[in-house]
């Protein structure tokens, strides 16, 4: 990955999940790297500086604790720093609690974007890459999901949010000819994986022989997607959006292998060795029935490849469970 030495990348969420290895792999490949991370409270900031620990003492690594709708520490950052490209992550993330506060996550997702997308052309920014979700799919019919499909119907204020969001980036590609990719991430896990996220929490509360919350009758599936092979989208996006002629850019980053709740239970039960105490709840509104990747665009374009065989990721994820005292 030759054309990352010496490129000088912005990751706002830098500290979180997705931006702590994408941070870490950056620099592995000889990026100078800037995170800009403003330690939202959603989860402990313990957690997130823990993330940012194996890259810390870089000397290729800066940090800034900077909210993105502060636009003045935006600027003094971006005039600091002198980034070509941003890579945005940060983001109000729970699909669940968006619908407690929708205020909030559309001030962070929209109002924020726009922010940074307002200073990023300002400074001259020219490959901007943004989290996107397979939230937007929301109620969908007929499977596997395709980039061309309707996104109209988002079931939460989550997925409105990121919906909203891929539309101020393609408003300022056309505006401004800043060449912009839009990742639609499918559910990722893996080592550091944010600790609301299903197979966080049923594993936690698994290795501490504690009942698991099953919503609905276990027939929901989710597209299941290995943090390494997201990553390798994310530099195929940095890599796309480097060409001289400005694109725009919407790719599905998923592994196309959706696995069922129950069957998701069943394999964790394997890999713990312990049976799962299972408590059968209501089915969540604002949840999807279903997500499932195409990714055919992606692996043309971006050169995007899942890997990751759900099974060894999944073994692996437990591994690393059993180090982190059960968080
Ligand atoms: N993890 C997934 O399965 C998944 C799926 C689809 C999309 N995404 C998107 O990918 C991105 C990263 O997700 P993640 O799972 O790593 O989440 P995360 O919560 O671990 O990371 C997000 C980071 O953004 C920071 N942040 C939040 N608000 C901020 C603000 N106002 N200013 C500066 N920083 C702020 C948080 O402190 C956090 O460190 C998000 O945009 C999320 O919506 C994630």
């Known amino acids: 990955m030759q054309f990352l030495r010496n490129l000088r990348i912005l990751v706002t969420g830098g500290a979180g999940f997705i931006g702590s290895h994408l941070t870490e792999t950056l620099l592995a490949n000889g990026a100078q790297v800037a995170v ?28 800034y604790e900077v909210d993105i709708r502060n636009q003045i520490n935006l600027t003094k950052t971006f005039t600091e720093f ?6 945005h992550l940060a983001a109000r ?46 109620k969908h019919s007929g499977e596997p999901f395709r980039e061309t499909d309707n996104t109209d119907s988002p079931l939460s204020p989550y997925g409105a949010t990121k919906k909203s969001g891929e539309a101020l980036c393609f408003t300022f590609h056309h505006v401004y000819g800043m060449s912009i990719s839009c990742l639609r ?31 609905g009758d276990g027939s929901s599936c ?7 092979d997201i990553l390798s989208g994310i530099i195929g996006a940095i890599r796309w959006g480097e060409s001289d002629m400005p694109r725009f850019g919407i790719f599905n980053l998923g592994s196309s292998n959706p696995i069922l709740l129950r069957e998701l239970l069943d394999k964790i039960e394997k890999y713990i060795g312990l049976p799962l105490k299972r408590k059968c709840l209501p089915f969540q509104p604002g949840d999807m029935i279903s997500t499932f990747a195409d990714t055919t ?8 490849r899942h890997d990751v065989l759900f099974d060894d990721g999944l073994r692996e994820f437990v591994e690393w469970m059993k180090t982190q005292n059960s968080e």
């Open 82 to 87: 002198r980034p070509q490209v941003v890579v």
């Open 36 to 63: 800009l991370d403003n330690f939202d409270p959603y989860y402990p900031r313990q957690e997130k500086e823990r993330n940012l620990e194996a890259f810390r003492n870089h000397s290729n690594y800066r940090f």
């Open 185 to 215: 991430f499918f559910t990722v896990y893996g080592p550091r994986q944010r600790p609301d996220l299903a197979i966080r929490k049923f594993v936690r509360l698994a290795l501490n022989g504690e009942e698991i919350p099953v919503y």
């Open 93 to 138: 993330a729970g699909v669940r609690p968006s619908l407690n506060d929708p205020e909030g996550y559309a001030d962070v997702n929209v109002r924020g974007t726009a922010i940074l997308l307002e200073e990023a052309r300002k400074s001259g920014i020219r490959n901007f890459v943004f989290a996107s979700s397979s939230s937007v799919y929301g």
């Open 297 to 304: 665009l992606a692996q043309r374009e971006l050169g995007f």
């Open 222 to 228: 989710r597209d299941y997607t290995h943090i390494r």
